[in-house]
């Protein structure tokens, strides 16, 4: 999941510092040389100086995501190893600790990873079908709208499921699961996962009882191209915590009300 403290963000921050730095001293030369349009130049200057000022702070910013990061997983291990049996009611920023047995953390990667195909192929059926109709209707060729929105649909369902795989891999390495749930991050089997942050914003939690094992999700609402996307944590809930796992939800929803 996107965070402010990914190194994404401050490469492309460092690469945006000459693409600016160049519109500055080619607004600020073609202004002093050609007078025509001088204001073209001097706009050019403007959008250069916009687009430097705004990487250098956007480096300062994952600096300082970075420390803000480092130190709630610093909080969050503590309260942990300060209360290595408590699974409720630890120091902040812990709202709970939960640990799995052998047999619990396998059901749950072999769940994971099936509601994660299901997921991959739904979304690729959708952009199929989706894409097969706005094509087909604006350009009256049928076969080829399929076929371009097959292969968008295909080639998305096939990178959101080589994410599922992944991820089922780290679950299948490891023999049992480790979960730590704070108001802003996750640490799961020490993987640290933003909740909230200056990117990311909580987007809701709930559990749901009904699946096997039962599933906190926590969604989070991500950065897109034009708007904020929905995105889901789920962490699977020990054997008869299904009241802290509801404790756990309403917490972070006041938390960040």
Not at 9 to 30: E, K, W
Not at 32 to 53: D, K, M, N, T, Y
Not at 126 to 155: H, K, M, P, Q, Y
Not at 181 to 186: L, N, S, W
Request: aromatic share 8%; glycine share 10%; proline share 4%.
């Amino acid at each position: 999941m996107p965070k402010s403290s990914a190194p994404a963000v401050v490469i492309v921050n460092t690469l945006l510092i000459p693409l600016g730095a160049v519109c500055v001293a080619a607004g600020i030369v073609g202004a002093s040389r050609i007078a025509e349009i001088r204001w073209l130049f001097v706009l050019l200057a403007i959008c250069g100086a916009v687009v430097l000022g705004g990487a250098i702070h956007g480096i300062f910013a994952w600096g300082k995501a970075v420390q803000v990061d480092e130190a709630t997983e610093r909080e969050m291990v503590a309260a942990v190893q300060a209360q290595p049996r408590v699974t409720t009611g630890l120091a902040e920023p812990v709202l709970a600790h939960w640990t799995y047995a052998p047999d619990e953390w396998r059901g749950y990667a072999a769940s994971e990873i099936r509601f994660r195909t299901r997921e991959a192929l739904g979304m690729g059926a959708t952009v199929l079908v989706l894409g097969t109709l706005i094509i087909g209707a604006l350009e009256g060729n049928w076969r080829t709208a399929a076929i371009i929105s097959g292969a968008v649909g295909g080639f998305i369902a096939l990178c959101r499921w080589l994410m599922a795989f992944f991820a089922w891999r780290r679950n299948r390495a490891v023999p049992t699961g480790d979960v730590v749930i704070g108001t802003t991050a996750i640490l799961m089997n020490r993987r640290y996962e933003v909740v909230h942050d200056r990117l990311v914003r909580f987007g809701g939690a709930r559990v749901l009882e009904a699946e096997r094992p039962a599933i906190l999700e926590i969604r989070i609402m991500v950065p897109g191209k034009y708007r904020r996307v929905a995105e889901e944590y789920r962490i699977p809930i020990p054997a008869g915590r299904e009241d802290e796992a509801h404790a756990v939800a309403q917490a972070l929803a006041a938390a960040h009300g």
